[in-house]
């Protein structure tokens, strides 16, 4: 068997969650970690196995002859490491966001287009086993979704320093709720009309309160709101989804509760002792995207689908920004 040929590219906290996966999948051979800081490179290649390069560079990462590159560093600088990767023919999956710009989600779509390489956004939540049970549901039409709520806030700005910086997060819609923008599409399909009221409440450079109202393609509608500052009130990330006498209720990535009908007993499916990796879908969505290099399948986010999500994010910005409700049926869908 040929193996794919991994290097990481930023040595933090979330890629010391891919690296345990790759090094569990025997169809991968990571061959180099890359960071800024080296010391970081090394405490995590020592982590990924005994043979393992640490590096400071993509392109050293390139030398050592990967063919496949995870690109795990701050939101405002995937861009660069994954046009790089694409112009090289070099597979890479990219943690979210895609990017924080649509101008340079688009770049990635066309270079993705182009390249041999096979691009994949980290949306781990379409894995999460709350998640796949809700789109099960819809999906087999045990529920039709008419009408849902979505919650997805901080606690605050305060810790880590960085994620008070839009420079650094792109803004905060670009941290956190960006997953559940995606979700919104994941489970509804396309938006047709994104109207938000924004507030800089408590965050010195940014807005950090917003309420969202969605309509979907689809007739079903979705409020949306995302707090910067609710103080860690638990859940702080909660979906509900209301078909005909019936509720999906989620809970965090921990519980998800079905009540299918009136004078129907509801099911609870409970997570809490499954292990984060796998139960927060990071396991299967490295799984696929390895599959997808090495047979040929689908990879679980291309960079079309990628940009889709982005342009919601983005509308939504521009309705907070303009006051108007923008229509998505008149910008251009090409890419689907
Ligand atoms: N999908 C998820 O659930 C999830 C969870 C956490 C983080 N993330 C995303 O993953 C990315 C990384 O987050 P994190 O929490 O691991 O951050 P982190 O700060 O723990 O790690 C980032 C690492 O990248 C290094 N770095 C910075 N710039 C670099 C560069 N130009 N080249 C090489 N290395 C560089 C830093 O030194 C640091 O070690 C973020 O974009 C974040 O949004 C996604």
């Known amino acids: 068997m040929v193996k794919v040929k991994a290097g990481i590219l930023g040595a933090g906290g979330i890629a010391k969650v891919h690296t345990a996966n790759l090094k569990n999948d025997e169809r991968v051979d990571i061959i180099g970690v890359a960071d800024i800081f080296k010391d970081k490179a090394e405490a995590l290649a020592k982590e990924a196995g005994e043979h393992v390069h640490a590096v400071e560079s993509l392109e050293e990462l390139f030398q050592l002859g990967v063919n496949t590159v995870y690109v795990t560093t701050p ?12 112009e090289n023919d070099i597979n890479v999956f990219s943690e979210k966001p895609m990017a924080t710009s649509l101008a340079e989600a688009e770049q990635i779509k066309e270079a993705a287009q182009k390249s041999n390489g096979i691009y994949n956004l980290g949306m781990n939540r379409r894995y999460a086993y709350v998640y796949k049970k809700v789109k099960d549901l819809i999906a087999t039409e045990e529920v039709t979704p008419h009408m849902a709520l979505f919650k997805m806030n901080r606690g605050e700005l305060l810790n880590p320093a960085w994620t008070a910086d839009p420079k650094a997060t792109g803004g ?147 309705s907070a920004r303009t006051g108007q409700q923008i229509d998505l049926r008149s910008v251009s869908r090409s890419s689907k």
């Open 75 to 86: 939101n405002t600088t995937h861009v660069e490491p994954v046009l790089n990767c694409l």
């Open 172 to 318: 905060f819609l670009y941290e956190t709720p960006f997953h559940l923008m995606d979700m919104c599409r994941y489970l509804f399909g396309e938006v047709e009309a994104v109207k938000c009221e924004a507030r800089q409440n408590i965050s010195e450079a940014e807005l950090d309160d917003f309420a969202i109202l969605l309509t979907f393609e689809t007739g079903t509608i979705v409020t949306f709101v995302t707090s910067a500052h609710s103080g860690w009130s638990f859940p702080f990330e909660k979906i509900e989804v209301y078909g005909k006498y019936s509720t999906i209720e989620t809970e965090e990535l921990e519980k998800v509760m079905y009540a299918p009908g009136l004078k129907q007993k509801a099911e609870i499916d409970d997570y809490f002792q499954v292990p984060f990796e796998e139960k927060w879908g990071y396991i299967e969505e490295d799984q696929l995207f390895i599959d997808a290099i090495i047979n040929g399948t689908k990879q679980p986010v291309t960079a079309e689908d990628g940009y889709l999500s982005t342009q919601l994010l983005e509308s939504i910005y521009e």
